[in-house]
Every structure is written in structure tokens, then in C-alpha cells.
């Protein structure tokens, strides 16, 4: 079984900056793509931004030059640095991941998600 733990999030102002972690632990070979995901009050799930194992990421175009994404493939944690956050970033986001097991069966995970909240 493996487990998603998002940290990091809480209450900024419009223009201030938030990190998400999402670390991922338990039993497997490896994680393919890890993403973040967020809801806002209201409203559906949307993609965010990805990262690929090797590096490679991917962002929506609302939080694109703003979002960053890196990934840290020993400590198996993605983070997403968040700036020039707008009010309309205030959601909960989740974190998903497509791991490998040991027996290279692959599954998805999620994440409990964490509340970011942009005051204006």
C-alpha cells in the first residue's frame, strides 16, 4: 500500500507565496508521474501541473509562470511552489501519484488534499 501526505498549505494573502509537499510512502518500485490537482468551492476537480519521474513538467495555463514544480525521486516528494498567488488559487489541492509496485503492477493514489486558502 502507499500513501500520499500532503504539508504546506494554510492562509496567505494575493501576491504571497505557498510550498506543497506531497511525499509518498510505503511499499514500491517506483512513481511515475505525480500531479496536483485542485477544487475549489463550487467546483470540479482540475489539473494543475504534473511532474514526470525524469523531471519533465507539465502546468495549466491559469497557473503556468507562476506554479513550479520539482521533485525530489529519493525522498519520493514532489513539491509545488506557488507565487503570485490569486484569490482565485483558493481550492483544495490534492496530489496524485502513478506508482509501480514491486511486481510492476501499477495503481493510482491519492492524496487527502490540503486547503490553500488567498485572501484578496
Known amino acids: 500500500q502507499v500513501q500520499l501526505a500532503e504539508s504546506g498549505g494554510g492562509s496567505v494573502q494575493a501576491g504571497g507565496s505557498l510550498r506543497l509537499s506531497c511525499a509518498a510512502s510505503?511499499?514500491?518500485?517506483?512513481?511515475?508521474?505525480m500531479v496536483w490537482y485542485r477544487q475549489a468551492p463550487g467546483k470540479e476537480r482540475e489539473w494543475v501541473a504534473e511532474?514526470?519521474?525524469?523531471?519533465?513538467?507539465n502546468y495549466a495555463g491559469s497557473v503556468r509562470g507562476r506554479f513550479t514544480l520539482s521533485r525530489d525521486n529519493a525522498k519520493n516528494t514532489v513539491y509545488v511552489e506557488m507565487d503570485r498567488l490569486k484569490p482565485e488559487d483558493t481550492a483544495v489541492y490534492y496530489c496524485?501519484?502513478?506508482?509501480?509496485?514491486?511486481?510492476?503492477?501499477?495503481?493510482?493514489?491519492w492524496g487527502q488534499g490540503i486547503q490553500v486558502t488567498v485572501s484578496s
Open positions: 511532474i514526470m519521474s525524469g523531471g519533465n513538467a
Open positions: 496524485y501519484a502513478n506508482v509501480v509496485s514491486a511486481f510492476a503492477n501499477v495503481r493510482d493514489y
Open positions: 510505503g511499499s514500491f518500485s517506483s512513481i511515475n508521474v
